[in-house]
């Protein structure tokens, strides 16, 4: 595929061509058979990067070539910033949602309550402000066909959907210092 494109764009020995193609490569996004907490957060901090990547390539470059009177077309991207909103936003952001149930501990934060909360809160089953994030949070056909005894929920990511399993989310989040 390179040599052939290439092969395509090359002009001569003495031409300057100002066709290119350019190439992001978002590198430690993860999809595994099973994906849990320490996959959420890798890929958290991609979406983070492909957001910051959007956005200072996409959208500041076009204002500074509009300001300097370059006639650019508009470049169509997706934007992946409701992805990064149902991860973090407060109060009801994904990472959120952990701290609070974590939070509750003894007194009843399991990973069972953690998935609860989640759908409770993204679902779809009650309308709120913050629909729009929502919409990346999934429940999985298997969970939905077996009435919730798979303790899973799936997140749209930029690069593809991903099924994470709450078992152990609570513990490795725990975020544990020493009192020193």
Not at 21 to 38: P, Q
Not at 46 to 63: D, G, I, P, R, S
Not at 171 to 177: F, G, M, P, T, V
């Amino acid at each position: 595929l390179v040599k052939k494109v290439n092969e395509s764009l090359y002009v001569g020995e003495n031409c300057k061509s100002d066709s290119f193609i350019g190439l992001l490569d978002i590198f430690g996004f993860e999809i595994f058979e099973e994906n849990s907490f320490e996959q959420l957060c890798i890929n958290f901090c991609n979406e983070k990067l492909q957001m910051l990547f959007n956005e200072h390539v996409f959208t500041l470059e076009a204002e500074i070539y509009k300001r300097e009177g370059i006639n650019v077309s508009a470049i169509q991207f997706r934007d992946n910033k409701d992805c990064v909103l149902l991860i973090e936003q407060k109060p009801y952001g994904l990472l959120p949602i952990m701290d609070d149930v974590y939070r509750r501990g003894a007194r009843g934060g399991s990973d069972d309550d953690l998935l609860k909360k989640f759908d409770a809160e993204h679902s779809g089953s009650k309308k709120n402000k913050h629909n729009g994030p929502s919409s990346f949070y999934h429940i999985p056909n298997i969970r939905s066909v077996k009435k919730n005894t798979i303790g899973a929920f799936e997140v749209q990511h930029f690069a593809g959907d991903v099924m994470y399993k709450v078992d152990g989310f609570l513990e490795k989040n725990r975020d544990a210092l020493h009192g020193d």
